[in-house]
């Protein structure tokens, strides 16, 4: 990928990628999910459980190779989007929307200005559209997707489909069968689970279970949130639909640190070095000094 973070900051090049294996497998113990949990660690070396998000078809096409090659393991947190219609998640819709779009368009009756960062901004009331469709169900993050897409038909250059193109469930099966892959669900549609109603969250996750392991014939017991976020009743509602892996990005309280099922992920940085990304690994921030 050229320019790999035009549209978000969630990508790595692949040959930072692969520097990234080589490290780990030098310094590091890198292990999957479920000796994570059970804590099948080294004594002697910092230990790594790789993992990731959103189910995207760049992870079938560079990532999935370079496990293989490399022999190590990886968990992949895929959404049921495909089972509902769509090759794109909304997030990554309007990340493109603001690259590309107009310096004003018009949402529901509404006017939104692009402001900095490529973010379009409420005229009325100085609301993000992003913070708006993040808020709300999928409804109105279909609706979004459907108006929208002719300001920017970006889907015709195959070239970006890189950025933003879903696994298909054939790519999700293929996946799911190397020895090196452990698949978990991120939800139905990717929708912020802590602020839907709790019914609807509990719906999303008990969908996207079925989904994904019809799709790979087993049984899928981790659940990554999308964003990281969750309240104490979506940990409820994910236990009571079977899963027995949480993932987060950040604990909001200290009960969820003695949570057998509840554990916390730390996101790479596409923008610092290999090296300090390893050392912000092992301190769990990027503080300013490395």
């Known amino acids: 990928m050229n320019d790999h973070t035009r549209f978000n900051n969630i990508f790595l090049t692949v040959d930072t990628f692969r520097e990234h294996i080589r490290f780990y497998k030098k310094h590091f113990n890198i292990i999957s999910l479920d000796d994570y949990y059970e804590q099948r660690f080294r004594k002697d070396r ?10 995207y078809a760049n992870n079938y096409k560079y990532v999935l190779p370079l496990l293989e090659e490399m022999e190590v393991p990886a968990s992949f947190f895929i959404t049921a989007i495909r089972d ?4 794109i998640l909304w997030n990554d819709f309007i990340g493109i929307i603001g690259k590309y ?6 949402f529901e009756n509404e006017i939104f200005r692009k402001k900095r960062f490529s973010r379009y901004v409420s005229v009325k009331n100085n609301t993000d559209l992003k913070e708006i469709l993040q808020s709300g169900g999928f409804n109105i993050k279909a609706a979004m997707m459907e108006s929208l897409y002719t300001l920017v038909p970006f889907k015709e250059n195959k070239s970006e489909q890189d950025y933003w193109l879903q696994m298909t469930e054939k790519e999700i099966r293929d996946l799911s069968a190397s020895k090196w892959v452990t698949v978990g669900c991120h939800g139905y549609y990717h ?3 802590s602020k839907i109603d709790i019914h609807d969250a509990e719906l999303e996750m008990i969908r996207s279970k079925k989904y994904l392991e019809k799709i790979t014939g087993k049984e899928i017991k981790a659940m990554a949130f999308p964003y990281g976020a969750y309240t104490p009743a979506v940990v409820k509602s994910a236990k009571q639909a079977g899963f027995s892996q949480l993932l987060a990005t950040d604990f909001f309280s200290d009960e ?7 554990r916390e992920r730390f996101t790479v940085n596409p923008f610092i070095s290999v090296n300090n990304q390893m050392i912000a690994n092992i301190k769990g921030n990027y503080a300013s000094r490395y």
């Open 84 to 87: 509902a219609g769509y090759d």
């Open 256 to 262: 969820d640190y003695s949570d057998p099922a509840m």
């Open 46 to 55: 910092f230990n790594v459980c790789l993992s990731f998000d959103d189910g």
């Open 191 to 193: 929708n912020d689970l």
């Open 101 to 106: 779009g107009p310096e004003e368009l018009v």
